[in-house]
């Protein structure tokens, strides 16, 4: 079966218990970034299908490779959150918009 896409690093031994040979290669720093990108989408997929506290916790896996890959702390990522909650608040009201009206 092919797959070309992005897996945990423990993957493949779990593929070789399991009696199969698994292919793999190591990303480019591009590619890796765009995987990181698929995978993202692919896990908030998931758990849009199935809310639940794994699939939170492996979109929260892709978000800190993501950091990591471009070099990006918690914290500086935590201040911004922090700023764009002061000036556009966060969801906490579960207010939807339903339309706009010009007065």
């Known amino acids: 079966m092919r797959y070309n896409k992005l897996v945990r690093d423990k993957i493949p031994d ?6 199969e040979t698994p292919v793999t290669r190591i990303a480019s720093d591009e590619e ?3 995987k990181l990108k698929e995978k993202l989408v692919e896990e908030v997929k998931e758990y849009a ?3 639940s506290k794994e699939e939170l916790a492996d979109i929260l896996e892709v978000i800190k490779a993501i950091q990591e890959h471009e070099n990006i702390s918690h914290q500086e990522i935590e201040r911004i959150r922090k700023k764009k909650a002061l000036e556009r608040g966060g969801f906490k009201k579960r207010l ?6 010009k007065e």
């Open 32 to 34: 890796y970034r765009e």
């Open 96 to 101: 939807i918009l339903e339309e706009t009206r």
């Open 14 to 19: 779990i593929i070789r218990g399991k009696g």
């Open 49 to 51: 299908e199935n809310p």
